[in-house]
Nanobody, 120 residues
């Protein structure tokens, strides 16, 4: 059974930092592009970042320079380090797996999400 379990969300002040984790199981993690997406209250899904099996990375403009995606294939874990957080980063963050190792590979599984709230 494919499982993706996010953790690490919480309440943080503007300018603060958080690291999200996504522990996966049930598939060959190290072969696939993985992504972080988020959904702000009342808004649609927004892609945040992707990482390939060779650890090449891509970021949305809103995340560039502040967020860092990484993966530990030995631990089957995906990470998102978020610095300089802004109130507009408030959202539920989801990790998602693709079906291949191309940037365009479709997604076929998601975690349950972890809530990040940036507020003073």
């Amino acid at each position: 059974e494919v499982q993706l379990v996010e953790s690490g969300g919480g309440l943080v002040q503007p300018g603060g930092s958080l690291t999200l984790s996504c522990l996966v199981s049930g598939f060959t993690f190290n072969n696939l592009v993985m992504m972080w997406v988020r959904q702000a209250p009342g808004k649609g899904l927004e892609w945040v970042s992707s990482i390939s099996r060779s650890e090449n990375t891509k970021y949305a403009d809103s995340a560039k320079g502040r967020f860092t995606v990484s993966r530990d294939n030995a631990k089957n874990t995906l990470y998102l380090r978020m610095n300089s957080l802004k109130p507009e980063d408030t959202a539920v963050y989801y990790c998602a797996k693709s079906i291949g190792n191309y940037w365009s590979s479709p997604l076929d599984a998601w975690g349950q999400g972890t809530l990040v709230t940036v507020s003073s």
